[in-house]
């Protein structure tokens, strides 16, 4: 790296730099979370069609079973995360802040959790690139740093946009998290191995590891694992918030930005997070599907927090109780303080992209009522998109929707920094969540409305073409029936020519 | 544990800064008391009296139309910007003067400068400098009528209740002969007279600049370096950035530089432009009040310089010796249009908000 390159990339000018809060979550061992009696398998884990159930209740299954299928060309599929016997295929409440339920298939362990047959792959890199994709997909590995998108339909597109650089993302900006943390430390070696076989399935030259340097045991450790490997580097960032999201560490690591409304491929770069890499390891080489992860418990009502191996499908509770609650905790949120969702209570199941349950106490959960905006600027300068944050909330509020999307809503990422350091504490986030919410219905509407008026022309059209198809057909008919009546003149007719009703009366 | 419990609700993010803005109003007026305890002392109990006056006008006048407008009276008032605008206004205005001087001036402040546009964050105008304005213009006697510094322990110097006479019952025929005119008004008078600068500023009644402030003006202006200092304090907190101070005094020192060079027997110099009248008041706190300056850096520096060459052009070439207040508000005039103009580079877009094109 060049002096130039060493002053302007380590210090980003945007984003905020809040309390981590990791530890002493962070530094406690790995946990694994004791099997519960029910698992509660949600069919939707995932960006895409949800999974269909191809298990009847009743049935015995194992371990890494398939027990739902992939709908769709973006889908993942579901496998048991124990053994045992399913004993519903019903609703519980969906990890999201409506509380609305969603299919989900219940799994009455037997406690014994016994594998299903599982079929290593000793080489990976002697199957094609294409089997990769096709193994990990079959694994349901979805992207675990919280997109959930499909890890092997990202596999696909880096291959055919010809990705030079895949970047792993380690950064793990979001406050009092650290699941990527512990598998950094913990399994670098799979990590590492894993993000080699996502390198050959893109066909990717070099791999940077982006690691936000508040974690300097884990950039240990994945120094270490990389070090045989001269295409590998670990590349330290600096900790600020939102250095996890692909736009901006792709920007700190490799200098290019993403075009606005282009995908990071086409830029030649692709991103995967550390536990995804580590899961398409498991896949591979234990041929094992995605069926736990690491998750961060952690917050000020919990009394032993930390990260906890969860099989997916253990409920939030079954996790508290694990952690120890101390006392009603105040606020349940579902991923990281700064984008994570609100838990309306604790009987919804852990998802592949849950990487944390923060149980927060009532002095974590205080937010301070909102004020007038004095225009100061704090948000601009956060904003890592460079957006007018101020603005935007102002033409929000005065319902003025296309003026703020003329501000750039469209490229709002929903970080959070915006709303964060704003002294008067205005739910900034909450009213772009709004007016992207309210403009995207806006445009389902009109799609609907043009099409419906499509369809109304059409009828139209048709309806007055028929009505000249009849015209036309009575006038034909007319001048057949003319020509018959002169023909019949000329030879006097043996009967009288039917008389419509309205020519009676006159 | 497994029942439910209310819950509200609540976007993220799920963590707050621990800034507010009675924290940024409150460190302003921090940085603000060395400049105006060191006033205190110079002008003694009239200014300390004023100095009250105008504040609790300014409060008054904000509680008044927040009553007015049925909204919550102390959460608004404890937010402190009405305590800060009064006392800017305060610090603007020449320390002796009569009491009605503050009170007009601080209900102005509050009531037309900012609450009759919609309270704080709304106003297109900086309420202390709406109001200085006002006053300026509708009573340019007592406004410009300014005392030479009478240390509050001299003996020569009010006392309290002397002071309380001066502030309340107008100015004793005998302390008359104390009024003394700023540096700006004096050179306009002598270049007025046909006397050029060479000459009157080398007779024995020229005010002197004085860094330690000793000299006639207002309460804010005389102590040019504990103003200086108070405004290195907030830029030292990060509540105000180097742009707008930056632009506004290197345009004024820039004109001044470039003019005295060119004639010095009728243009000022540098220091006299920049330790004089509001400049450095003008630059770090009133020039850099959020509500009304531009929300990017650039339109910042631009906001900045233009404040710098109207104060420049108006104390130079128009028809008051002090031009700060004004030229802040023909800049905050522009403060929407500098918006409309400049903003900031979008992520994945250029200036002018296309894409950028994809070069893998």
């Not at chain 2, 803005?21 to 109990?45: I, K, N």
């Not at chain 2, 007025?192 to 002197?208: E, I, K």
Request: hydrophobic fraction near 50%; charged fraction near 15%.
């Amino acid at each position: 790296m060049g002096i130039f390159e060493k002053i302007f990339r380590r210090q980003p000018h945007w984003g905020v730099h809040p309390d981590d809060n990791k530890r002493p979550a962070a530094d406690a061992p790995l946990r694994s979370l004791p099997l519960p009696e029910l698992l509660h398998v949600p069919m939707q884990q995932h960006v895409g069609g949800p999974a269909r159930p191809v298990v009847l209740v009743g049935q015995a299954v194992r371990k890494g079973q398939l027990i739902a299928e992939a709908q769709g060309n973006i889908s993942a599929p579901v496998h048991a995360p124990t053994s045992g016997r399913i004993s519903a295929i019903g609703e519980i409440t969906a990890p999201h802040p409506s509380g609305l339920a969603q299919l989900a298939i219940t799994i009455a362990a037997d406690g014994a959790d016994a594998w299903c047959e599982r079929a290593p792959v000793s080489d990976p890199f002697a199957l094609a690139p294409e089997e990769i994709a096709r193994l990990t997909a079959a694994a349901g590995v979805v992207g675990l740093g919280g997109a959930t998108f499909p890890a092997a339909v990202k596999f696909n597109l880096g291959r055919r946009l010809k990705v030079s650089t895949l970047i792993v993302n380690g950064g793990e900006c979001e406050p009092y998290l650290s699941s990527d943390d512990r598998i950094m430390r913990d399994r670098a070696s799979e990590v590492v191995d894993g993000l080699r076989i996502v390198m050959y399935a893109i066909g990717a030259r070099e791999a940077l590891i982006g690691i936000e340097d508040n974690k300097p045991e884990a950039i240990a450790a994945m120094t270490i694992a990389a070090a045989p490997f001269g295409n590998v580097q670990v590349r330290p960032v600096p900790a600020r918030y939102p250095m996890g999201s692909d736009k901006q560490l792709i920007q700190t690591l490799t200098g290019k930005e993403v075009p606005a409304d282009a995908r990071a491929a086409e830029v030649g770069v692709l991103v995967h997070n550390v536990s995804t890499c580590a899961a398409v390891h498991r896949a591979l080489r234990c041929g094992e599907p995605l069926v736990e992860r690491i998750v961060t418990v952690n917050g000020g009502a919990l009394t032993r927090p930390g990260n906890f191996m969860a099989p997916l499908g253990a409920l939030v509770v079954d996790l508290l109780r694990f952690a120890g609650v101390n006392g009603r905790p105040a606020r349940l949120v579902l991923g990281g303080p700064m984008m994570g969702v609100v838990l309306p209570h604790a009987r919804v199941p852990i998802v592949k992209g849950a990487s944390g349950i923060l149980a927060f106490d009532a002095g974590e959960a205080q937010i301070p009522a909102a004020g007038p905006c004095i225009r100061c600027g704090s948000c601009t300068r956060a904003c890592p998109m460079g957006l007018l944050p101020l603005e935007m909330a102002s033409r929000i509020g005065a319902e003025d929707l296309d003026a703020a999307a003329g501000f750039g809503l469209s490229d709002c990422i929903g970080c959070g920094c915006c709303a964060y350091v704003c002294p008067s504490h205005i739910p900034l986030v909450q009213y772009f969540s709004y007016a992207k919410g309210e403009l995207s219905a806006r445009e389902r509407s009109r799609l609907r409305n043009d099409a419906t008026r499509r369809l109304a022309d059409e009828r139209q059209a048709r309806l007055a073409r028929e009505a000249r198809e009849k015209v036309a057909a009575a006038a034909r008919r007319k001048a057949e029936r003319d020509a018959a009546k002169a023909a019949a003149t000329t030879r006097p007719a043996p009967v009288a020519v039917a008389v419509a009703p309205g020519e009676v009366a006159t | 544990m497994s029942g439910r419990w209310p819950v509200i609700p609540v976007a993220a993010p799920h963590a707050a800064s621990t800034g507010s803005v009675a924290r940024v109003m409150l460190w302003v007026c921090a940085a603000l008391l060395p400049a105006t305890l060191y006033g205190f002392w110079l002008y003694g109990w009239p200014a300390i009296h004023l100095w009250w006056i105008t504040i609790a006008s300014a409060i008054v006048g904000e509680a008044f139309c927040l009553r007015l407008m049925q909204r919550p009276v102390l959460p608004v008032l404890g937010d402190g910007s009405a305590l800060l605008t009064g006392w800017l206004l305060a610090l603007s205005l020449p320390p002796w003067a009569p009491w009605w001087v503050g009170v007009v001036g601080g209900l102005f402040a509050t009531v037309i400068g900012k609450q009759v546009f919609g309270g704080l964050g709304q106003n297109l105008f900086n309420p202390a400098m709406v109001a200085r304005v006002a006053l300026l213009i509708s009573f340019p006697v007592p406004m410009t009528r300014w005392t030479a510094p009478m240390p509050i322990l001299s003996t020569v110097a009010p006392g309290f209740v002397d002071g309380l006479r001066i502030t309340f019952g107008g100015l004793p025929a005998a302390l008359d002969a104390t009024s003394s005119a700023t540096l700006f008004g004096y050179a306009r008078s002598e270049l007025s007279r046909g006397v050029d600068l060479l000459q009157s500023f080398s007779a024995t009644q020229a005010p002197a600049i004085s860094f330690l402030g000793e000299r006639a003006g207002s309460l804010g202006e005389t102590a040019s370096l504990l103003i200086a200092a108070g405004g290195l304090l907030l830029l030292a907190l990060r509540i105000i950035s180097w742009h707008i101070p930056f632009a506004m005094l290197a345009t004024i020192a820039g004109s001044a530089l470039l003019m005295h060079s060119v004639d010095p027997a009728r243009y000022l110099d540098v220091a006299t432009h920049l330790l004089s009248g509001g400049a450095l008041l003008g630059a770090f706190f009133i020039a850099t009040d959020y509500v009304t300056s531009p929300n990017t850096w650039a339109g910042q520096l631009v906001f900045g310089a233009g404040v710098g060459f109207l104060t420049y052009v108006i104390r130079t070439w128009g028809g008051y010796p002090e031009g700060v207040a004004f030229a802040v508000l023909l800049m905050n005039a522009l403060t929407p249009v500098i918006d409309r103009f400049i903003r900031p580079r979008v992520y994945g877009r250029d200036r002018r908000g296309a894409a950028l094109e994809i070069d893998a």
